[in-house]
């Protein structure tokens, strides 16, 4: 017996001399077993270097096993394991019902024993008490021997003895923990005779944990020899280590091995140190051979030479990154002779880098293999068990409904879960709705303006409703109130069985077994046995307690967040990705270390979990060894770092991204400067700087057809590309799985999206109204100009989005025009002065509109929740504060309200305005003006027409020149017309106006008074638009207008004339917009009617109506094709656009006399 050290720098060969060691004593035929223990994670790929190395005899004569591994083995063969293992999910149920039990006994952790995340606190905190052999009983004595200075230390130890105390009491019962294998083991060795006379090699380890230095203890004093490998540069048990030592970690755990071996009588065996100049690895790279020996010496010993087997690389952001390494990756094996299986890829956090290398390697066909265990809370299977307690938790809401339906795993096909998700999302279906015992209505809750019934739609959404609720109600009320756990997991085994969830994913591992996806089926077969080991260990651990699912949806969550799926290669072929941490016994040729960036690696430590630094300090001084704080994790990173950067044999490429995935920079680590410090003549590449080789482009068929693009783009367009792309295309044209994709590039030159004009009786009849008339609104006229095919989807192919059920920006737009008629009506009806309105008066008007509106319709959405209840109240504010500013504007105007919602359109107040196009067609246009204000001065009778905007808006002529804000000028012309037939006399243009529902805050740089205040907030409601331009017109709006009018956007001078920075007209400029708006009408419905969809959207200098646009997503409008452009609306003085219109009516007029 007796323990020997095995020393040596990383590469140096430590684990070669073990192999080499092993293959030695099986050629020379010696007795006994050779036993090679290295940590979890590595036992893979160390049976595989020992059979490599020492060739299929090892098999017989010698095992790879980790620690647990060795307790399996030990106990199956030796006995001394008779009750069963608690798995983590079973752990953290026992915590949780221990925490329950003791709340009221805790005195610190009382009020965190309720938070989420403290279950999987505690449970880490036991790990570690368990590992590193800290009983409750060594709790309650520290704790008593800490004194009042260390009050929360002291209360911290009281608490996690009871509950650890407590933990143990219920585990032990009927199980062992899988923390207390190892020290069951320990104990078991000392009568096991499994490993006597054998010969044992530790590799692999930095450090060990007190439970594995038992387990080495015991083993030392039966086995001929324990050999442990240590990283280190020399042995020197007599020096004292400095926590700044590289090497610090092992050296440390160097003394605490011979410490055991002189408390013990274990015989030193002496010491073998592998170090020989150049580490055994790295002789062939000169390079990685000087970065071993020198990253951490200082000064710095510079390499002269050219550097070649080293390489930095900027990338511009993560993708841009991993997708070098891909291109990489692939020179390496198709020109330089390397397989897979020779290149690994490493960074700090491998979750950050899943995903995107998963896309990126699978474009590039590199067979890979991420090293990282899953949690199982995604798979389909436990989201169906998960989401059965949400849909109750979360009273039916469409979130938690539609993740449960959306498993797969209930039997309702994809088609009737799209139905009955439109349907709730349209109309709001609620918990109150699903319970209902009645059929829903096809139209329940007042919410659509259809009229017609869709009667087998009605029946079927009611069939789809009763199979989803069936399953779901029969399990709720099997498990309503407080039931006991047993009961509740029956309960849940009844509804798997119910819906046959558990046979869906039989025959989905069966599908995955049948395709060759073998991760799948690996994953899915031990995803039944997982959820059913949870629901059997909630049984055993509080299977007789009672509790409501709400907490004991807490519960099995909790149980299945502690399960972890290992999947093991499927492959030995294939490049390994990685943590830091777990990728080291490999042989290891190539090696890109990613994500370099500062914070990253090293990575920044943390003080985390219960007890922090100092409390870990302070146990240590009483003789209590916990694991490392952050101040020794920062020493320990240093190593990894070291470790890191020595692990390849030929290549080391580190690569850093310059910023994140939302565009924010990121640093580079603090060893690439210090690597660019060892090695001058490094130069840093990146995709800035990187000259493109020929062929550079020609990777992979997916990547090379996406450059092939555009390349094949580039040669249509008769710019110089490289003359090899023309047999790049023509093997994509000969292969079959590219054939037609080649064709679909060739077609692709000419694609458009533009498509071709409809015929003029297509045109006419999709857009006729059932009696066959062409009846159009202003609004869509104005929609037309914005777009042509915009137009044509939404009222021509009637495409629809799916109905949401929320107040859209139209809904309350509608909303707020029906209460501001309703007041207009009330003051008038009420014979209530505009004078005598006041703040008050008029808030209490609008809260009784308002109040009577959602009173008589209670299906209304304002009524069918508390956050809508506050949005009622809100809209209270803004239209009282609106309707004070209207009364404001009227106090101070000669003009009356005519009319409000004055609406052209078959028998209401207005025929519709009829336009005569040049072809002979009429078109009538329906439309309805918010507010029609008449006022009789000198003689002269004048309108003025105002549109109510709940957002801002602003009067422009060139829009209104373009068609796209025609809207006011056409309902003016219109007014003007036809003021005989309502106002039985002729009338002038008065002002077209937007006034904007607002509910405004006002900003003050000092203390104002309320007069001020009041004047501001009437500034902040003043109309938009154009006015007459007319001093008398202008006071008759506003009888004290000034310079600058609170009400209308126009003055008056001093000297009593118009002011420049008003918006007017004259009177003859108003009949030329009155004429224009008629010829732009025509203009927009002949080229309407003539068929035009033409994709041509307008835009302003910074706004393009495609941007806001519904079916953008439909014609899929670029830039970058030929024929698809912006119809550019010009910004022009106003001179040139009255001079435009002037041309435009003169042409049209002379066009219609010939």
Not at 364 to 369: A, C, D, G, L, R
Request: aromatic share 10%.
């Amino acid at each position: 017996m007796g323990i020997r050290f095995i020393y040596g720098r990383s590469g140096a060969g430590k684990t070669h001399f073990c192999l080499q060691a092993i293959k030695k004593r099986i050629d020379e035929n010696k007795e006994g077993k050779f036993i090679l223990i290295v940590p979890e994670q590595f036992t893979f790929r160390a049976e595989n270097a020992l059979l490599n190395q020492v060739g299929e005899r090892a098999l017989l004569k010698t095992e790879v096993l980790s620690f647990k591994r060795m307790a399996q083995r030990v106990f199956s063969e030796c006995g001394g394991l008779t009750i069963r293992k608690m798995q983590d999910s079973g752990k953290a149920m026992i915590i949780y019902k221990v925490l329950q039990e003791i709340e009221k006994e805790l005195k610190i952790f009382n009020k965190a024993s309720k938070q989420n995340g403290f279950i999987d606190i505690i449970d880490k905190t036991i790990t570690e008490f368990k590992k590193y052999n800290i009983t409750p009983e060594i709790l309650e004595e520290i704790s008593k021997d800490l004194s009042d200075e260390n009050l929360e230390l002291k209360y911290k130890l009281i608490d996690l003895e009871k509950i650890y105390l407590r933990f143990n009491e219920v585990l032990h019962e009927n199980y062992i923990d899988t923390d207390d294998e190892l020290t069951m083991l320990s104990t078991k060795l000392e009568d096991c005779k499994l490993y006597d006379k054998t010969e044992i090699w530790i590799d692999e380890f930095t450090t060990f944990t007190p439970q594995q230095l038992d387990i080495i203890k015991t083993i030392s004093k039966k086995a001929k020899k324990v050999n442990i490998t240590l990283v280190g540069d020399e042995w020197n048990p007599k020096e004292e280590v400095e926590s700044t030592d590289l090497f610090n970690v092992t050296k440390s755990t160097e003394k605490r091995i011979l410490k055991i071996m002189e408390e013990n009588r274990i015989p030193f065996d002496g010491v073998i140190n592998v170090n020989d100049g150049t580490p055994y690895k790295l002789r062939g790279s000169k390079e990685l051979a000087h970065l071993e020996k020198y990253f951490y010496s200082y000064p710095f010993n510079e390499f002269k030479n050219k550097v070649e087997g080293l390489t930095i690389y900027k990338a511009s952001n993560s993708y841009e990154e991993i997708q070098t390494i891909a291109k990489k990756i692939k020179e390496y094996v198709r020109d330089k002779g390397y397989r897979y299986k020779d290149i690994s890829i490493v960074c700090r956090n491998i979750d950050d880098y899943e995903k995107i290398t998963s896309v990126v390697f699978n474009e590039y066909e590199i067979p890979y293999y991420i090293d990282k265990k899953r949690d199982i809370l995604n798979n389909p299977f436990v989201v169906l068990v998960t989401s059965l307690f949400e849909v109750y938790n979360k009273n039916w809401n469409y979130e938690s409904l539609f993740k449960y339906l959306k498993t797969g795993l209930t039997g309702l096909e994809t088609k009737y879960i799209d139905i009955i998700e439109n349907y709730v999302l349209a109309y709001g279906v609620n918990k109150k709705h699903w319970l209902s015992e009645g059929d829903w209505d096809y139209y329940p809750l007042g919410f659509t303006n259809e009229n017609e019934q869709d009667e087998n739609m009605k029946i079927l959404i009611n069939e789809i409703k009763d199979e989803v609720k069936r399953p779901l109600i029969s399990f709720y009320n099997k498990t309503k109130g407080e039931k006991k756990v047993r009961e509740i997991c029956e309960a849940i085994y009844d509804f798997l069985t119910e819906i046959n969830a558990v046979s869906r994913v039989s025959s989905w591992i069966d599908k995955f077994n049948e395709e060759g996806i073998q991760d799948k089926e690996k994953e899915y077969s031990q995803i039944l046995s997982i959820v059913m080991e949870v629901l059997d260990q909630a049984v055993d651990v509080m299977g007789n307690e009672k509790m409501d699912i709400k907490k004991f949806s807490k519960v099995l969550t909790g149980g299945f967040e502690k399960y972890e799926l290992g999947l093991i290669p499927l492959s030995l072929d294939e490049v390994t990705v990685g943590d830091i941490t777990r990728v080291r016994s490999k042989e290891v040729r190539i090696l890109f270390l990613i994500g370099v960036n500062d914070g990253v690696i090293p990575a920044t430590t943390k003080d985390e979990g219960i007890l922090s630094d100092r409390d870990r300090e302070l146990l240590k001084n009483k003789g209590v060894t916990l694991a490392s704080d952050s101040k020794a994790k920062a020493f320990e990173e240093q190593l990894l770092v070291y470790t890191a950067l020595t692990i390849s044999s030929e290549r080391l490429i580190i690569t850093y991204p310059m910023a994140d995935f939302e565009g924010k920079s990121l640093r580079p680590s603090i060893i690439i400067p210090r690597i660019k410090k060892l090695f001058p003549k490094l130069i840093e590449d990146s995709d800035i700087n990187k000259k493109v080789e020929a062929f550079d482009k020609i990777v992979a068929p997916i990547p090379t057809f996406n450059e092939l693009i555009g390349a094949v783009r580039k040669d249509y367009d008769e710019e110089a590309v490289e003359e090899y792309w023309g047999e790049v295309y023509s093997w994509y044209k000969k292969e079959d799985k590219w054939k037609q994709k080649a064709k679909n590039l060739e077609r692709a030159l000419n694609y458009t999206n533009q498509d071709e004009d409809l015929p003029k009786d297509k045109a006419r009849k999709i857009y006729s109204s059932q009696n066959g008339k062409l009846l159009f609104s202003v609004s869509r006229l104005e929609k037309y100009a914005q777009c042509p095919f915009s137009y044509y989807v939404q009222y021509g192919l009637k495409a629809k989005d799916r109905k949401i059920y929320e107040f859209s920006a139209p809904d309350l737009g509608s909303f707020m025009h029906e209460i501001l008629d309703g007041f207009t009506t009330y003051v008038r009806d009420k014979k209530i002065n505009w004078s005598e309105l006041d703040k008050d008066k008029c808030s209490n008007i609008i809260s009784m509109l308002v109040d009577k509106k959602l009173d008589e319709n209670q299906g209304f959405i304002l009524n069918s929740s508390k956050r809508y209840k506050y949005f009622t109240d809100r809209f209270k504010r803004i239209l009282s504060k609106s309707v004070s500013a209207v009364s404001e504007h009227m106090k101070r105007s000669t003009f009356e309200i005519y009319k409000n919602e004055f609406e052209f359109s078959s028998f209401k107040d207005a025929e519709p305005i009829k336009i005569k196009l040049d072809d002979g067609e009429e078109v009538s246009l329906v439309g309805r003006v918010d507010r029609v204000d008449v006022a009789d001065i000198d003689g002269e009778s004048y309108i003025r027409v105002i549109d109510y905007k709940s957002g801002s808006k602003k009067f422009d002529l060139t829009k209104l020149y373009h068609g796209l804000q025609i809207q006011l000028l056409v309902y003016l012309d219109a007014l003007i017309k036809n003021s005989k037939y309502f106002l039985n006399k002729s009338t002038l243009p008065g002002a077209i106006l937007y006034f904007r529902i607002d509910d405004p805050l006002i900003a003050a740089e000092k203390r104002i008074t309320e007069e001020e205040i009041q004047k501001k907030v009437l500034s902040s409601f003043k109309m938009d638009g154009l006015v007459l331009k007319d001093p008398k017109i202008i006071k008759a709006m506003d009888n004290d207008p000034g310079l600058y009018s609170v009400v209308i956007p126009a003055g008056i001078k001093k000297d009593g004339d118009v002011s420049s920075t008003s918006s007017v007209a004259t009177e003859e400029q108003f009949e030329t917009l009155r004429k224009y708006v008629n010829y732009k009408i025509k203009e927009i419905c002949s080229d309407m009617l003539k068929g035009n969809i033409k994709i041509n959207p307008a835009k302003e200098s910074n706004f393009a109506y495609c941007d806001f646009c519904d079916y953008s997503s439909v014609c899929q409008f670029d830039t970058s094709l030929k024929d698809n452009k912006y119809k550019l609306i010009k910004l022009k003085k106003k001179e040139e656009v009255w001079q435009e219109m002037q041309e435009d009516i003169k042409k049209n007029e002379e066009g219609g006399k010939e």
